[in-house]
């Protein structure tokens, strides 16, 4: 596919920040079911070279969002990724026109349950289709589409981010040249479903739910929390919480033999839970989540994910940490087996780390390094 | 300590199926509180011998009963350990005087917040004292004093009921000959805590709940359901999830796009959550889930498990399984190394399984066979 003359202006709307665009028509999805008009929130940073070579878009994860390097405007926390993401880093928008945008069916403004159906003029709730990771890649896409970028030098995303990453070379293996995906999988294993089973069930026990037609100042926070606080203990390792919670107690001397958060531990997890709410919406948690668990690349290939890569055109970067049992290093060799047996350029490493899953979003000088000589030699 | 001489009759009625007592007098718990009368539920399988040296206590885990080897009363299903306990079994009503109580704070008979506070008339419900094992093991103490037994031959157990036995050899070093200590640890984790905070949240976010004063019939089932759900996960394997699993769709040629359970490990999970409401009560959960997260035998000794184990008397058998990511190995090894350090006569053996957690109460003939030996071996 030719890419598009690049065309930016320093006041094109289209670039920068916070950006919200609608792209009118149908937008098919995968269920067979369709949109009528799709949003997309995205930021852009960087500039867009001439030939248009330079473009990277990041992905996110399961509660991600599209400000991966800017203030977050809810909570006022920095990027998520901001510690790969930014100036002088191994994705940098001094070198990189880099994109990023909030998945289909999340909260951050793209089309998702709490958008508003035009059939109706009332929220979609639980009317809005059950989406897939192809279906976000393919929003993805229009958006590209609707910026000039024909071609990615990079899909670079970590954990369900790693998933599109992965999917984007599937889907689309003439639009990527590089795929660097972390602490990510080709499928979702039964136990990944089973927590995520766990968490849509606490969501939807919330009488506050209301069979997802909930007032927007009146979510079922307490549900909400609770699958919060059980996908968080698959974030962290068992090596971990023990390192930094271990059996210690909060704020007292001994137990108090109640039911308040005697142990840091529990504390730390109901202050997951509760923040969690403040910015997150729970029906597209249940819409993101499904569409993790419905995600299997050799789904359509006979269980055979060699053959989901048999088209790939992209260089593959893949990373796992060996602490993550979400996402084990089992999965990534999965991954690069399949690859290799594509015959794809393919490297992987996996890094040493106590954190989990949690790692790809900490201070991670290897991963860093991994990635920015990965990008380097395949600019 | 002298064991009391043998009376059984045949129509002796403290001994058979489906027991309770209720023993008179204050009954001191660790919290500094008390109970003024105690029930125990208990039942009792063979028949004391004339020098009462063949009891064996066998305890049971978070969300058993005393119905170890006798057909539940309410579900019909056969005891949890008939694989273990039984004629012609490693602990044989042939043989040995078996003697199986409802822990303290339960919800089969007896004292737990499901009992009638004879200081108010109603139910203790969040009233009741917040207990721990110890004091489970005080008031299986007591039992055995009532049934005129002096010296256990041995305590076997698994899990919780694993932690009980570990803890009868330091609370009553002379009473126990030994030990049989299966899938378990000397202490609960940070994740292990974890994970039982967010059952306890889901229930109390449960407005069924209602502070715990719930009527007998409008139980918190969502909450408790969700929490099991959890909960279960911890109990089977990555790997036997996805043997017994996988990926594979429930009832169905494709996946539905929708929220109800596609997948066969959705459908399982809730019906595993389903089906323990009715035979679980949600605040008998959150105290033995506490009893649980407040165990941690090295805690009175500056965290040096080998000074609490200094005084005990008893041989000990301590089995895991390399697939139990709940209570793994690791934690078995720890109990063995500080039993080593203390003197005591211990063996141990990691048995291979891939049903995790939950390989104690599954068909295991290895860990029959070791549980047999040792038991002939101290007899």
Redesign the interface.
Known sequence: MASSAPDIAPDDSRFGLDRLVRLPGAFAL????GLNGLDIAYETYGVLNADASNAILVCHALTGDQHVASVHPRTGKPGWWARLVGPGKPVDPQRHFIICTNVLGGCGGSSGPGSIDPATGARFA?AF??ITIRDMVNAQGKLLDHLGVGQLLAVVGGSMGGMQALDWAVAYPARVRNVVAIATAA?????N???H??G???I????MWQGGAYLADQPPV??L??AR??AH?TY?S?AG??E????RLQDREA?G???D???Q??SY??HQ?LSFVERFDANSY?YIT?AL??F?LA?PHDGHLSRAFAGVQSRFCVVSFNSD?LY?TAEARRVVKALNIAGAAVSFVELDSPFGHDAFLLDAPEMNRVVDGFLKSGA
Chains 1, 2 share one sequence.
């Not at 499928?187 to 136990?191: F, L």
């Not at 939807?204 to 009488?207: C, G, K, N, V």
Request: charged share 25%; no cysteine.
């Open positions: 995968q269920s067979g079911q639980m289709p059950v499928r979702h294993s039964a136990q479903i089973a927590f089973e766990v849509r069930q606490a939807m026990a919330d009488p307490a549900g929390a609770v606080m059980a203990i962290l068992e919480l023990t930094k919670f271990g059996r137990l033999f109640g039911f958060a005697d142990f531990v529990e997890l109901r839970g249940l499904r668990d419905y299997d789904e049992w084990p």
